[in-house]
């Protein structure tokens, strides 16, 4: 009889003879040595209005997008590393695509994002971050979660490039936001002081943001514009291949040679139909190397698994801003869509305590909401010049405005329908009453001011208290207003009051006058106003009666003018000294103190068009020893180098201006000021140049607008001669990171105010209300808002330890109780679950951790 035997089991007898002949089992196989593999990137880039209109880009992103995926389609036979693939350069070619593509061609898109043979990152096309709030950066990248969410695909690239420069902040929000990786080229143009691009020290590296997360970053010294480190490495793809391959310098930098990634074709085309990175792969792969067109996120996955985890480099700082800046050469637009980010607060928190009522409160703005957030990146797209020859760059600022508009409106609308109906819900037995909303999440004291015509004598009582407030008239923008004193108002939340027509029993005033009315007073400060609209003396009367402002110096001064300063609104609740300094730029100034509240507010208006020149307040403060903080992107940085154990890199970076988000800090061991900033996007330290940064001059100047880099940017700020600009100032003891922060959120974010419309079935009571509280005062809430599916998915909570150290949250809801809680990333897609007791959510916070939550309640 013949015996047959598999192969696998003649395998298994000469394997068993070879271990019984040696007495033991064998040795594995020493693993097949991996060849270099260079990874070569068809990644587009657009410059948007730059050589095109709106709608020829839209155009040549579809036809790119079907050429991309038909080459897809006809390569799908290839062996994988010479299969087509193509990388995107921002969610706004995915969103174009899903308006004008079926259901069913959309959906063939999906595929091949899920298949990896196309490549959408994150952000909404090439941004320049450093000019952006926070949570811009952050709903810039909406559209990609719900995406993500409705179809299963995950979104791991996000890339900021062209721009030399790169916000500290910024690989955090990344992280955050479920970004693993990132490649930046630059463009080594439209620059004066960066100097180190072509040696920069870190080919590849983790770049790690304030609280510890980081994304994969892939940035190449500088070779040539299009070569490595630009932003189209492989321009020329043969080339680049030659270049990795063989190029000492490079390979002497970049210790990693077994996996490089050479990214980017389409340079400033409008559009690259084309196949040669496939047949460079094909030409240039051999028995020595392989070539692979690249998704990207394969390179940085190879790359991750080959890379010895102690030879990769990590960093962690900020490159300060270039073009960046160019957003204030239409200052005033630029201010208003900070103003609408900052508005967005109360906006969605007042929306939130709506949808308890009426779920489908938010469901009909869906659309404008994410055209909004979409716009809340595109705004700042790094396009930001009409300096080109060509025609359509000239269309910019329109576009700007146009953008701007729909963020401001859809804003504004959203506050003013949801306090409308707010006001419908809360019990009101009757009287003129009104409500005034908090949308922070800490009690506070302020002031607010209701619409009214009424004329004295009249008082306001507090419903909750039954006890009378300070109240006083105002006039503001030609309308008459009551003031309160508003104190004590809850967290999210309300307290309602009554206006009654008897009279007040608060005869005094907030402030005294002395000097001839240049100088004014409470209890905390003496303040002094000139006739340039500057304050030339600040003193802190519970502060040892300490100057704050630098001897010679003056803060917020500007320009020139020789105005008289005059008392204003004068009351129990405040006091105001205007200056119509006149002047150039002609210009006028507000100075307010409170009783009671705890800061000067300065408001500042120019009213006529300053051209090119580059225009600041500047704050001169009597401080010596001192270190200046600031709220950078994501970020409270230390305006140092980091050899000074600051936030800055020590090298390649640009540090005239800096951003100013909401604040900037300047204390020493045990005094300090706080300055709030309202509108203005960057500030400059000192004698700040591009190449230096100046920690030795204690003044700060804000930029009100201007052509930092000659030439470029908008010109003439569009022909717009109106700006304003608010900031207050706070005298402390010790530098308390968290205390600045809240300061400056509570100076931006009045509060909301609305006179009550229901009868006495209101389903809120008709006293006060709180909806959500916070215990530590080092966590602040950042964001309170529906769910971006509705609210039947939920209540998306974010909050910012903004501290320095760990420190835990309890996050507590005072209306029903909580069903279940999640951690999600900041564009909403859930990670992870997250403990809760009774109506407590808790977790622990590293420090500078910004957490989004998604919480449902019963």
């Given amino acids: 009889m013949i015996h047959r035997i598999s192969l696998a089991g003649l395998l298994l007898v000469v394997s068993l003879a070879v271990s019984c002949s040696t007495g033991g089992p064998s040795e594995p196989p020493p693993p097949p040595v991996q060849k270099p593999r260079i990874y070569i990137a068809n990644d587009d880039h657009t410059d948007y209005i730059w050589v095109a209109d709106e709608d020829t880009y839209r155009d040549a992103f579809l036809q790119m997008l079907d050429y991309y995926l038909d080459q897809a389609d006809a390569t799908a036979a290839n062996p994988s590393d010479f299969q087509s693939r193509f990388n995107a350069d921002g969610s706004l070619w ?36 450093g000019a952006m709030p926070a949570e811009a950066v952050i709903r810039s990248m909406y559209y990609p979660g719900r995406i993500e969410r409705a179809f299963s695909v995950p979104f791991e690239l996000a890339c900021a490039m062209e721009d030399q420069t790169l916000p500290y902040g910024l690989p955090s929000l990344w992280a955050g936001a479920g970004a693993k990786y990132s490649w930046k080229g630059v463009c080594n143009c439209g620059t004066t002081t960066i100097t180190g691009l072509a040696n920069r020290g870190r080919e590849i590296y983790h770049a790690v943001g304030p609280d510890g997360r980081s994304v994969l970053m892939k940035w190449h010294s500088w070779t040539g514009y299009y070569a490595s480190g630009g932003y189209a490495e492989a321009r020329d793809p043969s080339a680049a291949v030659d270049f990795a391959a063989s190029d000492a310098t490079f390979r002497s930098r970049y210790p990693f040679t077994k996996v490089v990634g050479m990214f980017g074709k389409g340079g400033d085309d409008l559009q690259t139909l084309t196949n040669d990175l496939i047949t460079t792969a094909q030409a240039k792969s051999s028995d020595a190397q392989r070539v692979i067109v690249s998704n990207e996120v394969d390179f940085f996955r190879d790359f991750e698994s080959n890379a010895p985890s102690s030879s990769v480099p990590s960093f962690s700082g900020g490159f300060g801003n270039e073009w960046d800046v160019y957003s204030a050469t239409m200052a005033e637009v630029t201010a208003g869509v900070k103003r609408a980010v900052e508005d967005l607060r109360s906006a969605e928190a007042l929306a939130t305590l709506v949808s308890f009522v009426d779920p489908t409160f938010m469901s009909a703005r869906s659309e404008a909401a994410e055209e909004a957030f979409m716009n809340m990146g595109l705004y700042y797209e790094h396009c930001w010049t009409a300096e080109s020859n060509a ?5 910019r600022p329109d576009y700007q405005r146009r953008t ?26 009757g009287g003129n009453r009104f409500y005034v909303f908090n949308p922070l999440g800490w009690s506070r004291t302020d002031i607010a001011d209701i619409p009214s015509n009424i004329a004295p004598p009249f008082r306001v009582v507090d419903v909750t208290t039954g006890n009378e407030v300070r109240s006083q008239l105002i006039a503001k923008n030609s309308q008459s207003f009551i003031r309160i004193l508003a104190e004590n108002v809850p967290s999210v939340g309300y307290r309602v009051y009554e206006i009654q027509g ?26 002094t106003a000139d006739g340039h609209g500057a304050i030339s003396s600040m003193i802190d009367k519970l502060g040892g009666n300490r100057q704050l402002v630098q001897a010679g110096h003056t803060l917020n001064d500007i320009g020139s003018g020789a105005g008289t300063p005059v008392a204003e609104n004068v ?15 002609y210009h006028s100034s507000r100075f307010t103190l409170y009783q009671t509240v705890d800061r000067i507010d300065i408001d500042d208006e120019v009213t006529s068009n300053f051209g090119d020149a580059v225009i600041t307040y500047d704050f001169n403060f009597d401080l010596s020893g001192y270190t200046v903080r600031h709220e950078e992107v994501g970020a409270i940085a230390t305006a140092k180098l980091k050899a000074q154990g600051g936030s800055y890199s020590d090298d390649l970076g640009r540090y005239d201006y800096l951003t100013m988000n909401h604040f900037v800090d300047l204390s020493d061991a045990v005094r300090g000021v706080t300055l709030s900033n309202w509108d203005s996007p960057f500030f400059k330290l000192g004698n700040s140049s591009g190449a230096s940064l100046d920690v030795t001059t204690p003044e700060v100047k804000a930029l009100v607008g201007g052509r930092v880099d000659a030439n470029l940017g908008i010109p003439n700020q569009n022909g717009d001669s109106y700006f304003r600009n608010r900031y207050a100032l706070r005298s402390h003891a010790g530098y308390d990171q968290a205390d600045a922060m809240r300061m400056a959120l509570e100076h931006q974010n009045p509060f909301v105010t609305a006179y009550l419309t229901t009868g006495a079935g209101g389903e809120y009571p008709s006293t006060n209300f709180s909806l959500i509280s916070v215990a530590d005062p080092h966590t602040i809430l950042w964001a309170l808002k529906p769910a971006e599916e509705g609210f039947s998915q939920g209540i998306i909570a974010r909050v910012w330890n903004v501290d320095n150290s760990t420190y835990s949250l309890d996050l507590t809801f005072h209306l029903g109780s909580l069903l279940s809680a999640h951690r999600t990333t900041h564009i909403e897609t859930n990670t992870t679950t997250v403990s809760i007791l009774n109506s407590t959510l808790s977790d622990v916070l ?6 989004t939550y998604r919480i449902v309640t019963r």
């Fill in 94 to 129: 995915l969103w174009t695509y899903q308006k004008n593509r079926s259901t069913v061609e959309f959906q063939r898109l999906i595929d091949r994002i899920r298949d990896g043979h196309i490549t959408i990152p994150l952000q909404t096309l090439v941004l320049c971050y």
């Fill in 391 to 395: 025609p359509v760059s000239w269309k």
């Fill in 404 to 429: 701007a508009s729909q963020i401001v409106n859809y804003v504004s609308s959203l506050k003013s329908d949801a306090a409308a109906a707010l006001a419908g819900y809360i019990q009101n037995p």
């Fill in 502 to 527: 008897v009279p007040s029993q608060f005869t005094d005033y907030a402030a005294t006058f002395s000097n001839g009315g240049a100088t004014f007073e409470n209890d905390r400060y003496r303040v």
């Fill in 571 to 585: 009351g129990s609740v405040s006091a105001t000294l205007f200056v119509n300094a006149g002047g150039a730029p």
């Fill in 846 to 851: 590293p420090g500078q951790w910004i957490q």
